[in-house]
């Protein structure tokens, strides 16, 4: 079709118009903090079309996510980030003022770690709200990402109104995040559930953001701030609590001749249970359920609420990883000092880098007091280990690490191990020991192969 010069004018007006609405109605979005969290969100966001500013005050970081590359190993998360960024919608600043001043809605998504004590630290939050305090100037809302106790939403309101804000300037509005590392993109994109919790107008507000998920059947729960709160803590206790139940009937497997993972599925069958979270392993690791755990107790223990179910839940998964480090140690025979033990995997998960809170920390601990010598492998994890124990002998490949062993424990469930060649390691390593705590090989097979084999419950 050919357009007449006046048409063609026209035309052009009516999508510069049609622009200009839409920018009008678009929410101005700025994320602080572009830890695992924040940098998910901010990137998810702007893949739903939203303009959105990550900030940070790291300039390294920053620097690195203008250059295109992602700090932290993310399967899909620098692919999915090209687009956005390319087409203007994603930006990375470190200058949180003019970020904080031109932004509708604020996404706080800053670190909330584990006190000496098990409260959840809020220094870093309140921090970012005694730095965007100044800069409310017109109507925002602050959306709570990070995880917090609850009444936290309530204080930050009181905190704001205390510097000078005034009320009706500013909303705060609790969204809990469910993103679990190594599969956060997927998590985002196809969410079971969005809560929202606050006023209605700015919980409404929120929810808009997050459209086109809805539109794919994703659930959405608006709340008051308090169960919002709450939601993301009790599901993380939910979930620690599962692992480390499963974990315990692992062991009483091992006692009674019960298969852990028949006596899993028979449960998860089950509509009222769900097969979900009940694989049994070296215990539950990460950054989350350990202090979500633990400050969830400490919650509970301030308001006078008897804690003792979710105070057994850290008790037992530091016990089973204890129980296991034992019983890995009496493989070893009596003498154990210069023995070679070998961990393929160090990461507390697969598919990510992240080592905090990891079996391999505790076996890393424990073998080295007892002068037995480690070797490790794993496909992202050594950098990060190397920092804490520089004295392991870290490997390029997992058939490196297992020469001359005298036990192998597969720590971490990465799929290349699930592929290696039971032949040639049983040609590797000097005493064919494999502890394999993530239930990657099959028992009946490394028992013909001559394998002595470790495994809680099957
Ligand atoms: C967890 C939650 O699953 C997320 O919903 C939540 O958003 C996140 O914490 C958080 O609060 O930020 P994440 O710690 O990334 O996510 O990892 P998970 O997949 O939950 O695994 C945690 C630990 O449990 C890992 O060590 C894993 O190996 C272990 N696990 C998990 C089991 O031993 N058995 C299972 O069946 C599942």
Redesign the pocket.
């Known amino acids: 079709m050919i357009l007449s010069n006046e048409a063609r004018v026209r035309f052009l007006g009516l999508i510069v118009l049609l622009f200009s609405i839409e920018t009008c109605f678009a929410e101005r979005i700025c994320v602080l903090g572009t830890g ?2 924040g940098l998910v969100t901010g990137v998810g966001l702007s893949v739903l079309g939203h303009h959105v500013c990550c900030v940070d005050v790291v300039a390294e970081k920053i620097a690195q996510l203008r250059a295109g590359r992602v700090p932290i190993y993310e399967p899909g998360l620098a692919e999915l980030m090209a687009e956005p960024v390319r087409s203007g919608l994603l930006r990375f600043e470190t200058d949180i003022q003019t970020v904080v001043c031109s932004s509708d809605v604020i996404f706080v998504a800053v670190g909330t770690p584990m006190s000496e004590d098990g409260a959840a630290d809020l220094s870093a939050l309140q921090k970012a709200i005694d730095d965007i305090a100044p800069m409310i100037k017109s109507y925002k809302v602050i959306c709570i990402k990070s ?1 917090v106790p609850v009444g936290t939403c309530q204080s930050i309101i009181q905190r704001l109104v205390k510097v000078g804000v005034a009320r009706e300037l500013f909303d705060v509005v609790s969204n ?9 993109v997927d ?1 985002f994109m196809k969410p079971d559930r969005i809560v929202i919790g606050g006023n209605p107008e700015s919980a409404q507000r929120i929810k808009a953001l997050y459209q086109p998920l809805f539109d794919n059947g994703t659930a959405c729960l608006l709340t008051n701030l308090e169960s919002s709160e709450l939601i ?1 803590y009790s ?2 206790a939910m ?2 609590m ?2 480390t139940f ?2 315990e009937i692992a062991r009483l497997c091992s006692k009674t001749g019960a298969n852990v993972h028949d006596v899993a599925k028979g449960m998860g069958l089950d509509k009222r249970i769900g097969p ?14 350990q202090k ?1 755990t633990k400050a969830l107790e400490y919650i509970m223990k301030s308001h006078r609420v008897g804690a003792k179910l979710t105070q057994a839940i850290f008790k037992a998964n530091a016990a089973h990883k204890q129980k296991i480090l034992k019983d890995l140690t009496a493989l070893l025979g009596d003498d154990v000092k210069n023995k070679k033990v070998t961990l393929l995997g160090l990461t ?3 598919n ?1 880098d ?1 080592i905090r ?3 391999a920390i505790d076996a890393i601990k424990y073998f080295s007091e007892l002068g037995i010598l480690i070797s490790a492998y794993d496909p992202q994890g050594m950098e990060n280990m190397r920092k804490l124990f520089p004295h392991i002998a870290y490997c390029t490949s997992a058939m490196q690490a297992i020469r001359e062993t005298d036990l192998i424990v597969m720590v ?2 990465w799929n290349e191990f699930k592929k290696l060649d039971l032949n040639i390691i049983a040609h590797q390593c000097r005493t064919k020991i494999i502890a394999d705590l ?1 239930s990657l090989f099959d028992g009946c097979e490394l028992k013909c192969r001559g394998f002595r084999y470790y495994n809680l419950g099957n």
Do not use: H, M, Q
């Open positions: 695992y969290v995880t809990p995040e469910f993103l679990r590392e190594g599969s956060a998590d993301k599901s993380n979930l620690a599962r692992i499963i974990n979900a979270f009940l694989k049994s392993g070296p215990g539950f690791g990460g950054s989350c359920f979500d507390f998960k697969a990510t992240d809170d990891s079996f971490t469930e993530r």
